[in-house]
């Protein structure tokens, strides 16, 4: 068994595609490792593999005291700009529309524990993530989650995220109809396309059945899904009323309608209609305005309007468009048990509490979906084995992740949920008050993340426990509220569509500073997310359990019949709200009140120290360095595979790399020249070789030529000797395009 | 056998007359001070909301130490992440002498002494390598399973340690987990002896 890795063992068992994107991303690190990739090409390229960095990872810590350095070996590797190599980073793991089979169950909890540290954290999009990270490691997880076909591809950087799509479609009772299988289309649709791979800031696309639940919260996304039905010549027609340019981040903007109905046939290409507005005039340069969000403001959306319609015009024709709709019909979810009902079986005492909150009934009789409250979004290895099969047992492969950090069941047949409740219990999974007050929602905050200023999971883990514990005697109006916390003003934590949200920033009393809440108020979870909170004020860490009483308190006290928290906040206005914080606003000094200056569940003195350069915004590279980067680790690969004694592939691992890199280049100028080879040839010759751009000042056209004369006369059977002369020629082949790049200079002229 | 890419220990405590939650000071002022020798320590993560779960964890670069309540059997987790040597041997002395100088630690922190009190006469060894170490059931011949080759090959290094009569007892878990080991002894030597003895 010796030096038989993962990659041989889970051959046959990852779709070629995904092992040979490893395979690559494997190659860039062992280029980035002899220094012979830019820094911030590898770290684009690492990120849109979802390896993402994390705390301490530039190698300092602040330990209370003073900024101390981290002693990693080999302090001078980095993985990226002011990143270190060895430090842990986070894997984010795409999870579209939240859809999870037992089996992925299976094996995200054994490379969690193999890899991480035993723990896996549904994120607020839906996604995986897991921390501690060793980036050498990455590769083998990836394998090990594609054989079950789990890709981490764009998870992160500025691409496509992971699509959303609200956990309850399919078996919702409000909705138009299952978003589900439109959601994943998209996904996989936009999934490495190259429309997507010019963007200068992340991309986050939701889907929803119906629009006055919180569902997929379309209206805080780059582009968000409402699905619509209407009738045309006495047919019904499915399409999607579409939202572009919602976000939360910094400033949070309110998505706009960028289509009232979408006929099905038209969401993929409109999309990428959008992408390619978006990557053409989005900004590239300055991170914090390259949203979508920003360049819809900019533009207005009728003229954005405009120009995605003038684009789909010119969009040359792709299958892709419509080839799902023909598996639509038969699209469904099947229950592993025949519907029952609940007729009064002897349940537990917490089954009632759990049953209220934590049971949906779904609209097809005698089923359920039941959701699996995860304390802020943690779960352990091995509660996921025990849920893996608690789900084979009930519900089979009908398990999804949702935006507010919790798992969800679906189907289960009625009569099961008494004892599915006491398995879930006997793994601490048993927690009621799913989707109420107690369930609340936090980002990693200064725990992991590189730009947390408070501890948003601190502070959720102690207003958990405070609630939890007079769960039973707080007025029902209390109970629904939504809490969100996030550890900084990006937003992960989706504070701004709360009833009660907070951020994370800090003060100064003193010579100290001191870790702090702002307090959003009022924001809007329903709808969609249909509206955003105010802001009234910051509030120190330690006050917020006595914030949320006070505030919790006044609304009990002073709501009128039926009022919800938001038409209240609206009604006493700001500076109301802020007079109800105001007593706490008061920053005592470090000698009155010392734990006032650290944070939840971190005894250190609180610093601004341990803040680093987020890589939420991604690296701004150009499209071109991008792609020829790929072009270099497949020359990588062939070099690999001469070494293996297996020249065939070397050959065509070589040859393959030429035509990339001729792709690169020829996309500077024609973004649609498709993935032809003989297309890619023929424009590469029209455009670089004919006009001389490509040639060298005392070689000539030489080095163009290695690429037609291997394109036009393949080696049906090379040896070593011909492979190496190919891979040679490749290498050429890729730095003259490197030189004729920066020779023209780059610019992405669209024609078509 | 070679090393397995992860090795952990878990000690059981005797006594705890301590809440999980004041080991987070404990542990930041650890990496404060560098108690551990030829390790970095990086970070303290606090997952005491998780039901039996890893309580709390001080993270490292080359190990993680856990307050560990899996199990509803609480105890001191080490788990060796990196450097375990070329062999299970080799593994098996570094990832012990690293738990039990831990121990050792905690059982003589200033603000810890006389709160917490670990038992050296049973522990779970678990190999975190399902690549190398397969969790397979036996197969009879034994000739082909990592499980038993690797039994027997703790059990001989862990009698020079713990004396003859040390048992090393395969746990039967699912085969999704990892290949687990459960050590019991007859007596229960004290830290310092077991440390001389590696």
């Known amino acids: 068994m010796a030096n038989i890795g993962w990659k041989d063992i889970l051959a046959e068992e990852m779709p070629l595609d995904m092992a040979h994107e490893i395979d690559i991303f494997e190659g860039q690190m062992e280029l980035m490792g002899q220094g012979k990739l830019d820094e911030k090409v590898f770290a684009e390229t690492r990120l849109r593999r979802g390896v993402y960095g994390q705390r301490y990872d530039n190698g300092q810590r602040h330990d209370g005291f003073e900024s101390r350095e981290l002693e990693f070996e080999e302090i001078e590797r980095i993985k990226g700009p002011d990143t270190i190599w060895h430090a842990p980073g986070m894997q984010r793991i795409k999870v579209p529309g939240g859809g999870l089979t037992a089996e992925q169950l299976d094996v995200l909890a054994q490379v969690a524990d193999e890899y991480s540290d035993g723990i896996l954290h549904v994120t607020t999009r839906q996604d995986f993530q897991l921390h501690f990270v060793h980036i050498e490691d990455t590769p083998d997880m990836m394998r090990r989650l594609a054989s079950v076909g789990i890709t981490t591809r764009e998870a992160c950087g500025n691409s496509v995220r992971n699509v959303t799509c609200c956990h309850l479609a399919g078996v919702c009772q409000t ?12 996904a996989q649709f936009l999934l490495g396309h190259d429309d997507v791979q010019d963007f200068g800031r992340k991309f986050k696309p939701a889907f929803s059945g119906c629009e006055s639940e919180a569902c997929g919260l379309v209206m805080m996304h780059d582009l968000g899904y409402l699905a619509q039905v209407r009738e045309v010549d006495g047919k019904q027609q499915r399409g999607f009323k579409v939202y572009v340019g919602g976000g939360l981040g910094t400033v949070p903007h309110q998505a706009k309608v960028l289509s009232e109905f979408t006929p099905e046939e038209e969401i993929l290409p409109e999309a990428q209609a959008v992408s390619r507005v978006f990557a053409r005039l989005g900004e590239k340069r300055n ?31 792709d299958d892709r468009w419509t080839a799902y709709l023909e598996t639509l019909p038969h ?33 097809q009789e005698g089923y359920s979906v039941v959701t699996v409250n995860l304390p802020l979004g943690d779960l352990t290895s091995q509660q996921t084995w025990v849920l893996s099969d608690i789900a084979r047992k009930y519900v089979g492969d009908n398990v999804r992740t949702t935006v507010e950090q919790n798992i969800v069941l679906r189907w289960v047949s009625d009569s099961d949920l008494p004892s599915l409740y006491e398995e879930l219990n006997a793994i601490g999974l048993g927690d009621a008050g799913a989707g109420t007050v107690v369930d609340i929602t ?17 502070l959720a883990a102690e207003l958990r426990t405070r609630l939890t514990a007079k769960s039973a005697s707080l007025p029902d109006a209390i109970k629904d509220l939504k809490i969100k916390i996030s550890g900084c003003f990006n937003s992960c934590g989706q504070h701004h569509v709360s009833d009660i949200g907070f951020f994370g920033n800090s003060r100064r009393s003193g010579n100290f500073k001191m870790p702090h809440f702002q307090v959003v108020l009022g924001g809007m979870w329903r709808e969609n997310a249909g509206s955003y909170g105010l802001a009234v004020g910051a509030v120190p860490s330690k006050t917020v359990p006595d914030v949320v009483d006070t505030i919790t308190s006044r609304y009990v006290e002073e709501r009128a019949k039926g009022e919800t928290f938001q038409e209240w906040i609206g009604r006493i206005g700001k500076k109301e709200a802020r007079s109800l914080i105001q007593p706490y606003m008061k920053l005592p000094d470090f000698e009155q009140q010392p734990d006032y200056f650290s944070d939840w569940g971190d005894p250190r003195v609180f610093s601004l120290g341990d803040i680093g350069i987020g890589e939420c915004a991604g690296e701004v590279v150009s499209l071109f360095s991008m792609e020829i980067a790929t072009a270099e680790s497949e020359a990588f690969e062939a070099q690999v595979a001469l070494d293996e004694n297996d020249p065939a592939r070397a050959d065509s691992l070589a040859y393959a790399s030429m035509v990339k890199a001729a792709r690169a280049l020829v996309r500077t100028q024609f973004l649609d020249v498709g993935d032809s080879p003989d297309r890619i040839v023929e424009e590469f010759k029209t455009r670089f070789f004919d006009t001389e751009l490509f040639f060298d000042q005392y070689a000539k056209g030489k080095f163009g ?48 | 056998m070679t090393a397995p890419q992860r090795m952990s220990v878990k000690f059981y405590f005797d006594e705890l007359s301590v809440d999980v939650e004041e080991f987070i000071p404990v542990f930041h002022r650890w990496i404060r001070e560098n108690v551990v020798p030829n390790e970095l320590l990086l970070d303290v993560a ?7 779960g890893p309580a709390i964890l001080l993270v490292g670069h080359e ?5 560990d309540l899996t199990d509803g059997k609480p105890g001191f987790l080490y788990v060796r992440k990196r450097d375990l040597g070329v062999d299970l041997p080799e593994a098996l002395a570094t990832t012990l002498a690293q738990a039990l100088n831990s121990i050792r630690l905690a059982e003589t922190d200033v603000e810890l002494q006389g709160k917490l009190k670990l038992r050296t006469d049973a522990a779970k060894i678990v190999l975190l390598d399902r690549l190398n ?15 038993q080759t690797a039994q027997s090959q703790l059990a001989e290094n862990l009698g020079v340690l713990f004396g003859e009569n040390v048992t090393v007892t395969r746990v039967e878990n699912d085969a999704r987990e990892p290949l687990t080991f459960e050590l019991n002894a007859p007596a229960a030597p004290d830290v310092d002896t077991l440390l001389g003895r590696l």
């Open chain 1, 175 to 186: 909705e138009v109809f299952d978003a589900t299988p439109y959601s994943e289309a998209f």
């Open chain 1, 287 to 317: 991170r914090n305005r390259a949203r979508i969000k920003f360049l819809v403001a900019k533009l207005g959306i009728e003229e954005f309007r405009r120009l995605v319609i003038e684009e789909r015009k010119t969009l040359p024709h």
């Open chain 1, 331 to 363: 699209y469904e979810e099947k229950p592993t048990r025949p519907p029952t009902f609940l007729n009064g079986q002897v349940s537990s005492a917490g089954f009632q509490q759990w049953f209220e909150t934590n049971v949906y009934a779904q609209r």
């Open chain 1, 442 to 458: 936090a980002c990693p905050g200064t725990d992991t993340c590189k730009l947390g200023i408070a501890s948003s999971r601190g």
């Open chain 1, 705 to 752: 030529q290695y690429l037609f004369d291997r394109h036009q006369s393949p080696n049906p059977s090379p040896d070593n000797d011909a492979a190496h002369r190919l891979i040679e020629e490749s290498l050429l082949f890729i730095e003259a395009t490197h030189v004729c790049e920066s020779k023209v200079g780059g610019n992405v002229l669209i024609e078509i």
């Open chain 2, 46 to 52: 606090d997952y005491k909301h998780i039901i039996d």
């Open chain 2, 63 to 67: 190990a993680d130490y856990v307050i």
């Open chain 2, 133 to 147: 170490y397969p969790n397979q059931t036996p197969n009879g011949s034994g000739s082909n399973d990592a499980g």
